[in-house]
Structure formats: C-alpha cells, structure tokens
C-alpha cells in the first residue's frame, strides 16, 4: 500500500453518548486510527500504563482541552504524545472538541465502546424516566472534576472519582417512577427503597469500572457524624473520594429546583455547607469548595442548565 485515503463516512465503527463520540476510522498497518468528539464539560481518561511500548497521538482538530495532571492547556492544533513510559493522563474539555487519534499496537477500541454503550444505555433510560437526575449527574462531574483539579488530584484517581460522580445516582433507574417522582414526603418504606439506589448504581457499573469507583458511590450520601445512609459510617471510615462527592451532589441538590422545594441562592448554599463542616461534610474539603466557588465560577457555570 502506497497511500490510502481515510474518509470519515467509512469508518468502521462508532459509539456515542450524549455529545461524545468515538469513531473508529480503521486500522491500517497496525496503527488504529479514531476521531473523538468529546462535549464541553466531558472527561477522557487516559490510561498511559497500559500497553506499554505503544506510542499514541491525539491531536487536537477543534476546541480545547485541560491536562488535569500538568494543568496545561491544547487547543486547535495542539497535538498530545503518549509516549512509552506515560502515566495515567486525564483531559478536561473546556469546549464542544474535535480529536485526531493514531495508535501504533492499539487495538482497544471495542472496550472502549463496550464501556460507552453499556453506560450509555443506562443514563439513556435514567433521562427518559427522571431527566433532574441526568442533568444533576453531569452537574455534578463540572463540579467535582474542577474541585479535585483545584485539590491536585490527578491521574487514575481523578479517572475514578470523575466517574463515581457522573454515575453516582444513576440506580434510580430501577427505583419506581412513583417513589422517584413524588411530590411530597416520603414513607419510611419509600425512603428505605430509595436509599437502595446506592447499591443499584455501584453495581451497574462495577464491570466498566471495578470496585474503586464502586466503593465511592456507595459513600456519597454518609455522612462524617454516622447520620447517612447506608451504612452510618463515620469520619475517615469515608474515603476522600466519598466526602468530596457528597460535597459536591449536596451543593447542586440545594442549588436546583425540586418538585418540593425551589433552588436555595448559592450563597445560602455555601453557608448550610460551611456550617455543616465537620459534622455532615470534611472541613477542609468544604473549605477548598467554598472557596472555589466564591472566587470564580469553576465548575458552577453550569447550575441550573
Ligand atoms: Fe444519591
């Protein structure tokens, strides 16, 4: 083969969910070739460690992009080497963005679109039946991602708990549209089958992505006084995962209107959490998010989309 010309309308394979797309172009001398197009807000994850020896590119076409671990920023024409010997490597997208892939040994594309899918089918039927809690799912992730970038966390850890946080309420799937949806108080047996949502969701996703980001969804409503559910685990028995999250899912619970209640302002938000640190929330995880959110509007540009 002397030359080729690879056309976008003949790729092999696509995926997509909710704005991201994955396209696989092809394959051509074992170099796999993809288009990615991530939507603002989305997080890719890149896992440097695994095939080792591989060198990838990822370039960028269009938008920009945050490297989570160096806190540089791509954009177009920007092109992001994999090397040998890379760590694990996170990009935050600041825009609606267009990636150029080329792989040399990579031939992972199937697990990639396995994991989309799967996923995919499942935020597919939580937004057909409780579109709050699809759109609080992604609210979630911006605030998340921008408090643990803030936090200097990176790498799988930052991989981990971006994901905890996109499907941290996604077992409200299998609860039923009368409890989910109810406008007034709920009985004790109501309360105690919607709390079971926590198992429902880690278990939907523990095959993708393992028991770590299980581990932190189970946690996001514990409380560090023992007050949460489910198991009443107090103070560090919380992983820091579980007590940035639960952060993060209270502040956009009050910040949004519920059929019971209308959004708190945003201040009196930060205040309910300030004065809850230490007994509901980690102090110094409070604090860092506070103060994020006091001083630009990281991640809460997007309350109340
Ligand atoms: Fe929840």
């Known amino acids: 083969m002397s030359f080729r010309i690879v056309r976008y309308t003949d790729a092999e394979q696509s995926t997509s969910f909710r704005g991201t797309r994955v396209t696989k172009l092809g394959c051509y001398?074992?170099?796999?070739?993809?288009r990615y197009e991530m939507s603002k807000g989305s997080i890719l994850s890149i896992d440097g460690t695994k095939g080792s020896?591989?060198?990838?590119t990822y370039a960028v076409n269009s938008g920009s992009c945050l490297v989570v671990e160096t806190g540089e920023f791509l954009g177009q024409g920007d092109i992001l080497l994999v090397g040998t010997r890379a760590e694990y490597l996170n990009l935050l997208f600041q825009a609606d963005t267009v990636l150029s892939f080329q792989g040399l040994?990579?031939?992972?594309?199937?697990?990639?679109a396995n994991d989309l899918e799967n996923l995919g089918e499942s935020?597919?039927?939580?937004?057909?039946?409780?579109?709050?809690?699809?759109?609080?799912c992604k609210r979630v992730l911006s605030l998340v991602a921008a408090l643990a970038a803030s936090l200097g966390i990176g790498g799988d850890r930052f991989a981990r708990l971006t994901r905890a946080a996109r499907y941290h309420d996604i077992g409200k799937v299998h609860i039923e549209d009368h409890i989910l949806n109810k406008?007034?108080?709920?009985t004790d047996g109501e309360r105690a089958r919607m709390r079971e949502h926590v198992y429902l969701g880690g278990e939907l996703v523990k095959c993708s992505f393992g028991p770590l980001v299980y581990n932190v969804m189970v946690e996001?409503?514990?409380?560090?006084?023992?007050?949460?559910?489910?198991?009443?685990?107090?103070?560090d028995a919380i992983s820091e995962d579980g007590r940035i999250l639960a952060i993060c899912d209270s502040f956009d619970a009050m910040t949004t209107d519920r059929p019971y209640r209308a959004a708190l302002p945003v201040e009196e938000a930060l205040r309910i959490l300030e004065?809850?640190?230490?007994?509901?929330y980690d102090p110094v995880f409070t604090a860092a998010f506070v103060r994020m959110a006091r001083s630009d509007s990281g991640g809460m540009d997007n309350q109340g989309s």
Request: aromatic residues 6%; glycine residues 16%.
């Open 220 to 235: 996001h409503h514990e409380r560090l006084d023992g007050s949460g559910y489910p198991l009443g685990l107090k103070g």
């Open 105 to 112: 040994g990579v031939n992972d594309f199937h697990e990639t």
């Open 123 to 136: 935020m597919r039927r939580i937004q057909d039946k409780d579109a709050y809690t699809e759109s609080h």
């Open 29 to 34: 001398g074992g170099m796999e070739i993809r």
């Open 183 to 186: 406008p007034s108080a709920l």
């Open 275 to 280: 004065s809850e640190a230490g007994t509901h």
């Open 53 to 56: 020896g591989n060198l990838r």
